[in-house]
């Protein structure tokens, strides 16, 4: 299955990141991003080079990408699920899908970590 992230900018946006040494916190659009996308895509650092959240790794429906259901997945270290919504509530199926996976997972969102 052929993803592309096309318009969809959340992690550059939702999840913190370490830039070239300065840290880009959660939910605050990185200072690179501009309307079309990363503005310094070709020497980004290498964890947005690697990042891929799992809608972009051929999960779910087109209406889960994170730009459309205001929810991003990934795989974490130590075989980790780690989640990041937009709002006071994460999209009801993907939540679902998370806690029933049976590994271990980390959700933030409307201010809050949680641990299952
Ligand atoms: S959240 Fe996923 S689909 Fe959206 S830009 Fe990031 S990697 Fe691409
Ligand atoms: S450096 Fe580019 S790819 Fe990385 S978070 Fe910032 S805008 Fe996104």
Redesign the pocket.
């Known amino acids: 299955m052929d993803r592309r992230c096309g318009d969809c900018?959340e992690?550059?946006i939702l999840i913190e990141?370490d830039?070239f040494g300065k840290p880009?916190p959660a939910d605050v659009p990185?200072?690179?991003?501009c309307k079309k996308?990363?503005?310094?895509?070709e020497s980004?650092?290498d964890p947005?080079r690697e990042f891929k959240c799992f809608w972009l790794r051929g999960h779910f429906s087109e209406e889960h990408k994170p730009n459309k259901s205001g929810m991003i997945i990934w795989g974490g270290k130590g075989n980790r699920l780690c989640a990041v919504f937009k709002g006071d509530k994460p999209h009801k199926g993907l939540f679902d899908w998370l806690i029933t996976q049976g590994l271990p997972v980390v959700i933030r969102g409307a201010g809050r970590i949680r641990f299952f």
């Open positions: 900018q992690c550059c990141a830039i880009k990185c200072w690179n991003l996308g990363c503005s310094i895509y980004r650092p947005c």
